[in-house]
T-cell receptor, first 115, second 112 residues
Framework: EAGVAQSPRYKIIEKRQSVAFWCNPI?????LYWYQQILGQGPKLLIQ????????DSQLPKDRFSAERLKGVDSTLKIQPAKLEDSAVYLC?????????????FGPGTRLLVL | SQQGEEDPQALSIQEGENATMNCSYK?????LQWYRQNSGRGLVHLIL?????REKHSGRLRVTLDTSKKSSSLLITASRAADTASYFC????????????FGQGTRLTINP
């Protein structure tokens, strides 16, 4: 079974530029999450989708971050414009709907550095 | 503030020794999970313990849960160099948003 795929793995941009990350969840997983993990901290949930609907985006900085999950499969997370404090690893995870509070499967993450 | 807080923040032991990490949380939970993260990689689910369970085993892992103290511990027995990683507890809350809340993690180093 293929795992959660993310791209790119690394990205370096200058502040005020825009950037987009892509995630392909495990086949059949209706629930998809984007987490932000700042160095030395645990992951923080940014947004949760169930199919193509948003379940929770309470911690998403909506003035600069946006995410979509068209057709309920792949998802993209965008930052525009980026700030220095956005430097972090962006993790995508997926789970079965009935296991969304149990086992989550994580991708390798995208490491973003904003200069 | 974080729902889960791990202790210690960093732990360094010799290969073959046991490693114990602790997690404390603030509000009532549905379950508590432990994840491992190797450097530069995503998180891997290790074990889940439900609020009505007190102890659970999986291979060299043992997890305990004390809901009266709102704390959990993860014990790794007979540690190996490959166990070097960061370990995070995550709590699934009973009330409020249906999501996992992760602690800040314990960085474990196994010295050969």
């Amino acid at each position: 079974e293929a795992g959660v795929a993310q791209s790119p793995r690394y990205k370096i941009i200058e502040k005020r530029q825009s950037v987009a990350f892509w995630c392909n969840p495990i086949s059949g997983h209706a629930t998809l999450y984007w987490y932000q993990q700042i160095l030395g901290q645990g992951p923080k949930l940014l947004i949760q989708f169930q199919n193509n609907g948003v379940v929770d985006d309470s911690q998403l900085p909506k003035d600069r971050f946006s995410a979509e999950r068209l057709k309920g499969v792949d998802s993209t997370l965008k930052i525009q414009p980026a700030k220095l404090e956005d430097s972090a690893v962006y993790l995508c995870a997926s789970s079965l709907v009935l296991q969304q509070l149990e086992t989550q499967y994580f991708g390798p993450g995208t490491r973003l550095l904003v200069l | 503030s974080q729902q889960g807080e791990e202790d210690p923040q960093a732990l360094s032991i010799q290969e073959g020794e046991n490693a114990t990490m602790n997690c404390s949380y603030k509000t009532s939970i549905n379950n508590l999970q432990w994840y491992r993260q190797n450097s530069g990689r995503g998180l891997v689910h290790l074990i889940l313990i439900r609020s009505n369970e007190r102890e659970k085993h999986s291979g060299r892992l043992r997890v305990t849960l004390d809901t009266s103290k709102k704390s959990s511990s993860l014990l790794i027995t007979a540690s190996r160099a490959a166990d070097t990683a960061s370990y995070f507890c995550a709590t699934a809350l009973i009330q409020g948003a249906q999501k996992l809340v992760f602690g800040q993690g314990t960085r474990l180093t196994i010295n050969p």
